[in-house]
């Protein structure tokens, strides 16, 4: 059937091998730049980047946020402190990818204390705050340093990570080419009565065989009705004949997200299908020719919704239509800014990196996803990857 069948999952993961050609880590140099870029578009006198993306964008510490302290503090010059708990000393010397200086703390003490310590050696009277940092983290800091004024540092940060260099999009282009390659298999071994769980363990297989760093980072597999709901319904369905099959997935290599939506039917397609996907092509296809440098992100979603106004759907969020932004950043999170949604202004700049997905939803019947990623170029708009071609063929 066109690739949707005809094969099993013991057979598809027998094919599968580590990706023969691994894209290459970012260099320390990299790393380096991009510290001293922050500390260009700083107008304090320091910043904190607590544990998570954007720690581990700057310094490779690749670690989550948990309720013990994990921070760095850069100035506006100089070379950046990391704070830490002291008993993870050996466990950070190792990931730490760029020179820093260590400020360890003990159990029983204070890490907001010890940052305090730092930023008035500093002298420091400004100090920008990562927007992804815990309350409990801010609270402390604040009542440590009373004196010290705490802006947001989204400007900062989101004014670094929002543009990818050319290493950033090698390692994207690796993630989104093996989900395609996973979402191709995944097609290949539905069956009538296969559950959306058996299906979701393939693909988390299929993703760890090609070397992904952990699997899927999510997977959302919804048949027939279950379609029309944007994240899916709780519970396990059972795949019938004629059911509409939409698959979304993704997964990281070196932090690096990648977000690819096939939506196609395992069987024969009712008229309205077709046609519902076929605005939905014509929709995705329209945000894509509209991309250039300096058009605004919101212009991107009003183009897609006038291609789906133009067909009847609504220009807004109401249903049938499209209820969510048309695109969403991406990068070492799956969700970052800059979005495209009515209200973002920002520019495209070449380097930036979107999703692009204005699903139609069809309440009570079935929804229509096709996502794919692009980077902004220097005249235009590229793909990750390639779209899907067809309802009736999925894939290529």
Known sequence: MNGVGGS?????????????????????????????????????????????????????????????????????AGAPVMICPRFEEGSLRAALAVPADLRLWEEHESPFALCAEVLAAWRARSLAIDPALAFASFDGLRDAAPGVAMPTAAPVIDGCRMIKSPAELALMAQAKAMTLEVHRRAARILREGITTGEVRRFIDQAHRALGADNGSSFCAVQFAEASAYPH?????????????????????????????????????????????????????????AAVKPGVRCEDIDAVARGVLAAEGFSPDYELPGLPHR???????????????????????????????????????????????????????????????????????
């Open 326 to 396: 048309t695109g969403h950043g991406i990068g070492l999170s799956i969700h970052e800014a800059p979005y495209l949604v009515r209200g973002d202004k920002t520019p495209l700049q070449p380097g930036m990196c979107f999703s692009n997905e204005p699903m139609i939803v069809i309440p009570g019947a079935f929804g229509v996803r096709l996502e794919d990623h692009f980077h902004v170029t220097e005249d235009g708009a590229a793909w990750f990857t390639e779209p899907q071609p067809s309802l009736e063929k999925p894939f290529r």
């Open 8 to 76: 099993t999952a013991e057979q598809e993961l027998a094919q599968l091998g580590p990706w023969p050609s691994p894209a290459p880590p970012i260099t320390r140099d990299e790393r380096l730049a991009r510290l001293a870029k922050a500390q260009a578009l700083m107008t304090t006198d320091a910043l904190v980047v607590g544990a998570g993306a954007s720690l581990r964008y700057f310094t490779g510490v690749a670690w989550n946020a948990t309720e013990r302290l994990v921070a760095m503090l850069l100035p506006k």
């Open 232 to 288: 899916g319904l709780p519970g396990e369905q059972a795949l019938k004949r004629d059911d509409l099959v939409l698959i979304d997935t993704g997964c990281q290599v070196q932090g690096y997200n990648s977000d690819i939506t096939r939506t196609y039917v395992f069987g024969q397609a009712t008229q309205e299908q077709a046609r519902v996907w076929t605005v939905e092509k014509r929709a995705q296809a329209a945000a894509f």
